[in-house]
């Protein structure tokens, strides 16, 4: 069974920094192709940006929000995906979820709970 | 950026169907998913591919899309499938993105 679990939210000042992490379970980590997602409170779905797997290497992407700002790594060897987070800003609290493809290729087949940002002074 | 456009809400009636569309430039050639979330949950996979379902997904859900717009359709909607939908697609300006999401509620 694929497990995601977030951790890491919390209040942080505009300007500050964050990192959130995500441990998965129940399917290959080091091959999978990951996305963070995050929803204001009581708005809509917005894709974050996302980390790919390849015999190659790994590599990313970002929405243009999160671009120069957040930053998308992972430490195989921990099954754990992570989302650095700097210069807050209030318009980036949201609840944060981390997702993964399923076996039909879906990008976001899989979602954890998410962890709740707050971004306030 | 490329946007994907919902209606806020939709109402219906029980065993009535429910449509929730999803317009966007040139929507039809690009794969649209659909994803279910309700009050407190993480979203679920509904509709992927355009049509798929998911196993686990009733066959009542149902989906299509060509020209600029895709279109979920509940069909006997049921109380249960009260919730936010978003349609979802990946745009090569944008990468992924997600529609402004819909309220169905069964009245």
């Known amino acids: 069974e694929v497990q995601l679990v977030e951790s890491g939210g919390g209040l942080v000042q505009p300007g500050g920094s964050l990192r959130l992490s995500c441990a998965g379970s129940g399917f290959t980590f080091s091959s999978a192709w990951m996305s963070w997602v995050r929803q204001a409170p009581g708005k809509g779905l917005e894709w974050v940006g996302r980390l790919k797997s390849k015999p190659e290497g790994v590599t990313t992407e970002y929405a243009a929000p999160a671009k120069g700002r957040f930053t998308i790594s992972r430490d195989a060897s921990k099954n754990t995906l992570y989302l650095q987070m700097n210069s807050l800003k209030t318009e980036d609290t949201a609840l944060y979820y981390c997702?993964?493809?399923?076996?039909?290729?879906?990008?976001?087949?899989?979602w954890g709970q998410g962890t709740l940002v707050t971004v306030s002074s | 950026s490329y946007e994907l456009t919902q209606p806020p809400s939709v109402s219906v009636s029980p065993g009535q169907t429910a449509s929730i569309t999803c317009s966007g430039d040139?929507?039809?050639?690009?794969?649209v998913s659909w994803y279910q979330q309700k009050p407190g949950q993480s979203p679920v996979v509904a509709i992927y591919e355009d049509r798929k379902r998911p196993s686990g997904i009733p066959q009542r859900f149902s989906g299509s899309n060509s020209g600029n717009t895709a279109t979920l359709t509940i069909s006997e909607t049921q109380a249960m499938d009260e919730a936010d939908y978003y349609c979802?697609?990946?745009?090569?300006?944008?990468?992924?993105?997600f529609g402004t999401g819909t309220k169905v509620t069964v009245l």
């Open positions: 997702t993964t493809e399923d076996g039909s290729g879906n990008p976001f087949g899989y």
């Open positions: 040139k929507l039809g050639d690009k794969y």
């Open positions: 979802q697609a990946w745009d090569s300006s944008a990468s992924y993105v």
